[in-house]
């Protein structure tokens, strides 16, 4: 399983010791979720906070953008050293330019799907895309409950990459914890991203290995 801990539930008064434990662990990737306000309500934080992730953190980064028009900020997440882009189906009106803007800038295309977004609205712009972020809560806040549906969504979205052609990962993000993500690996899921469940836990380390091991 790929883990990616969501650096939305990390200590802000003392990011460097966070980061070095996401170093230190077997986290495959660091899950950096940007919001504006407008497209969720809620602020997280920009690019000045980025900048020092991209310099203290040598895991990957993937970005998780929740905001209007994200097609205007593509250097600038590219500036940051963002392995991943994941731009929100809801926020692109031309999702096809968007995706092949990120991947012309360098990066690795994600889309991501609200929670009440069927997975088929996917079908002809899946060949094109390196991953798909599932929403399993409505974005916007650490600490949601899981919905269940979710677990359909993925066993859908496994087949459609199958009939597809898609070499797209499956990444699932919102209440994700043992029990929810050993359901999610069931259901197909590749990728798997915990922000509560890992920066809450007694053992950071030990919550992100029992999900890599799951
Ligand atoms: C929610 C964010 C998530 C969030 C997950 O809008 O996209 O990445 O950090 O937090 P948990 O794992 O606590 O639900
Ligand atoms: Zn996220």
């Not at 800038?105 to 798909?132: E, Q, S």
Request: glycine share 8%; charged share 20%.
């Amino acid at each position: 399983m790929i883990v990616s801990p969501s650096l939305l539930s990390a200590d802000f008064g003392n990011l460097n010791k966070d980061l070095e434990m996401i170093n230190a662990s077997e986290a495959d990737w660091l899950h950096i979720d940007v919001m504006d306000g407008v497209f969720v309500p809620n602020i997280s934080f920009g690019f000045p906070v980025l900048k020092y992730v991209q310099k203290a953190c040598r895991k990957p980064l993937d970005v998780h953008l929740m905001i209007v028009e994200p097609q205007k900020f593509i250097n600038e997440v590219k500036d940051c050293g963002a392995e991943i882009m994941n731009v929100h189906y809801e926020a692109c009106t031309h999702l096809n330019r968007v995706v092949q803007q990120i991947k012309a800038a360098g990066m690795k295309a994600g889309v991501t799907l609200n929670p009440a977004t069927p997975v088929c609205m996917l079908r002809d712009i899946l060949p094109d895309l390196d991953l798909v972020l599932l929403m399993s809560v409505n974005p916007g806040f650490g600490g949601q409950k899981f919905i269940s549906g979710t677990l359909r969504k993925v066993q859908e979205l496994r087949r459609l990459i199958e009939e597809t052609g898609s070499h797209a990962v499956i990444e699932v993000d919102g209440g994700v914890n043992a029990e929810t993500g050993r359901q999610l690996k069931e259901a197909g899921a590749d990728a798997l991203v915990a922000g509560n469940y890992v920066f809450k836990a007694e053992s950071p380390m030990k919550a992100i290995s029992t999900l890599k091991n799951l």
